[in-house]
């Protein structure tokens, strides 16, 4: 089926180690985005990509790197996971700029012990 | 910088009534899009409507309809005949015309009592 996809659904990481969050969509959308969830903050953007290969900061990117060597890939990975970034991920495309909303994959729970 | 704030952290409803829902955003741009998600247990975030900035008419779908006051830069949402589906946390988004990417506020968590 089409859609955006991530995985794990869930993971649990011990601190320092690297994690890669996966995200995929098969409707070709130009744009993607990592959004992070806590309580009392909603949702935050780490990074956006506008096309492949080209990526751009959000408002909370330290400890994050993203790629995009693919339009419908943007793995999301953790250099060396801090208790912190514990959260629930989220991954996110659109097509336009205009007045498209974002569709999102159905998040991964990240806790790091 | 653009923010986007919801003032009511919980809120709760009796079934079948109508509930309201409130945000604010600052912004110094002309050309926007605003929208608000719902997001059920299951984590899943939902489109439940938007609302292009240089459109008057307020968006409506089916039980669902938002107050958009450009001059006052408020964006509610209302809920008619609430059911208990309905139980969610709700956010509310702002989209600038020029960028992709969507600003949250915090959310409100909505409770639909039967």
Known sequence: DAGITQSPRYKITETGRQVTLMCHQTWSHSYMFWYRQDLGHGL?????????????????????????????????????????????????????????PLHFGNGTRLTVT | AQTVTQSQPEMSVQEAETVTLSCTYDTSENNYYLFWYKQPPSRQMILVIRQEAYKQQNATENRFSVNFQKAAKSFSLKISDSQLGDTAMYFCAYRRGSQGNLIFGKGTKLSVKP
């Not at chain 1, 506008?50 to 909370?60: F, S």
């Not at chain 1, 793995?75 to 629930?88: D, F, H, I, N, Y």
């Open chain 1, 44 to 100: 935050r953007l780490i990074y956006y990509s506008a096309a492949a290969d080209i990526t751009d900061k959000g408002e909370v990117p330290d400890g994050y790197v993203v790629s995009r060597s693919k339009t419908e890939n943007f793995p999301l990975t953790l250099e060396s996971a801090t208790r912190s970034q514990t959260s629930v991920y989220f991954c996110a495309s659109t097509p336009y700029l205009v007045d498209s």
